[in-house]
């Protein structure tokens, strides 16, 4: 039973790591996947690299081709679109249910969250973590922090989307100011303001989508049935 329990560990494990070598374009859109590669440079056996690949490819993360290989998924529209709207509606509903007194101590850390994100050297994984935490603090003011969770395991696409602009922003203190704008709103009582600034928040990727679509479209997904040709390099056809 405690073998059986660590090779579920050790499989599960090893699937949270590539997952997140997806999401942060370690292993970028479009990038052919070798299992023997994956499992000499994690220092296991193919079986939970192979393993671990089935569980993204459930999640749309990864595209498994018999007879051709197993590649990233290309960051589909489709999936962004989805995932965002699951986000909005869980976070501006929670947003109308803050209570009357905020939590001095949950506002305490927003704000010295907000401090962090204009660290002239943070770097772009720093803060996009500052930003998951930012927007989780503000789900647990109104109580609704668990459902957090929830969120994040269906937004695997639309974190690489927010990724890819990152890359080509200069500065994330675009997105700290808005942050700032809703918490502001938020501590002032104005429920109606702080919503309107998350919606234009959230819905500032889909700029991003066409803007990097316009000179790297290989990133994003067209046709869900076109198989890759696996060579040196990986071609989509």
């Known amino acids: 039973m405690a073998q059986e329990n660590g090779r579920r560990t050790n499989r599960h494990s090893i699937y949270l790591k590539l997952r997140q070598m997806v999401l942060t374009l370690e292993l970028p859109p479009g990038a052919a996947l070798s299992e023997n590669e994956l499992a000499a440079a994690l220092g296991v056996s193919r079986t939970p690299v192979r393993e671990s690949l089935i569980l993204l490819s459930r999640e749309g993360l990864v595209q498994v081709f018999p007879k051709v290989g197993s ?14 709207f699951l986000r909005e509606a ?7 249910n803050l209570p009357p007194r905020l939590d001095p101590a949950v506002v305490a850390e927003l704000r010295d969250n907000l401090e962090r994100q204009q660290r002239p050297d943070l770097g772009l994984e720093e803060f996009f973590a500052l930003d998951e935490a930012f927007h989780h603090g503000l ?16 937004k695997g696409h639309l974190d690489r ?7 080509e922003n200069v500065s994330p203190a675009v997105f700290t100011a808005q942050h700032r704008e809703i918490l502001e709103a938020v501590a002032d009582g104005l429920v109606p303001l702080a919503r309107s600034r998350m919606r234009d928040h959230l819905r ?4 991003d989508i066409e803007r990097i679509r316009a000179h790297s479209p290989e990133l994003f997904a067209t046709d869900p049935s076109t198989v890759p040709v696996r060579r040196s390099v990986v071609v989509w056809e």
Request: negative net charge; hydrophobic residues 50%; glycine residues 6%.
């Open 139 to 154: 789900m647990r003011l109104s109580g609704h922090g668990d459902v957090w969770t929830t969120v994040v395991a269906a």
């Open 204 to 207: 500032a990727v889909f700029n």
């Open 161 to 167: 989307a927010r990724r890819l602009g990152l890359h």
């Open 90 to 96: 869980v976070e501006l509903a929670s947003l109308d």
């Open 71 to 84: 590649f990233v998924s290309r960051v589909d529209p489709a999936q962004v679109a989805d995932a965002q």
